[in-house]
């Protein structure tokens, strides 16, 4: 059973930065990709950052691209999401998930986190 476990959210203003962090339990972990993905309200859940399970690859949604930084340690199991420059359109629930390879498809994500709020305010 694999289980994901999101932290590091909060509020901050607009131009901001935050950390989240993602600890996994299971000695699989560094056998998978991982990504984060978030839900803001009355929207569809998207996919904003993947890592491979090397950590050598990484790939971003458009909307944050040259903001928000994905990386791994595989030693402590934990996936990070290093995000900067935050706007107010970057509020939502954010998730960690687990896929069996790189994907930006929000449907082959088969592991989720329970998810951690994130909130910029204008």
């Known amino acids: 059973q694999v289980q994901l476990v999101e932290s590091g959210g909060g509020l901050v203003q607009a131009g901001g930065s935050l950390r989240l962090s993602c600890a996994a339990s299971?000695?699989?972990?560094?056998?998978?990709?991982m990504g984060w993905l978030r839900q803001a309200p009355g929207k569809e859940r998207e996919f904003v950052a993947g890592?491979?399970?090397?950590?050598?690859?990484?790939f971003y949604a458009d909307s944050v691209k040259g903001r928000f930084t994905i990386s791994r340690d595989n030693a402590k199991n934990t996936v990070y999401l290093q995000m900067n420059s935050l706007k107010p359109e970057d509020t939502a629930v954010y998730y960690c998930?687990?896929?069996?390879?790189?994907?930006?498809?929000?449907?082959?994500?088969?592991?989720w986190g329970q998810g951690t709020q994130v909130t910029v305010s204008s």
């Open positions: 998930a687990r896929a069996p390879f790189t994907t930006a498809r929000v449907s082959e994500y088969d592991y």
């Open positions: 299971g000695r699989t972990f560094s056998s998978y990709a």
């Open positions: 890592i491979s399970w090397s950590g050598i690859g990484t």
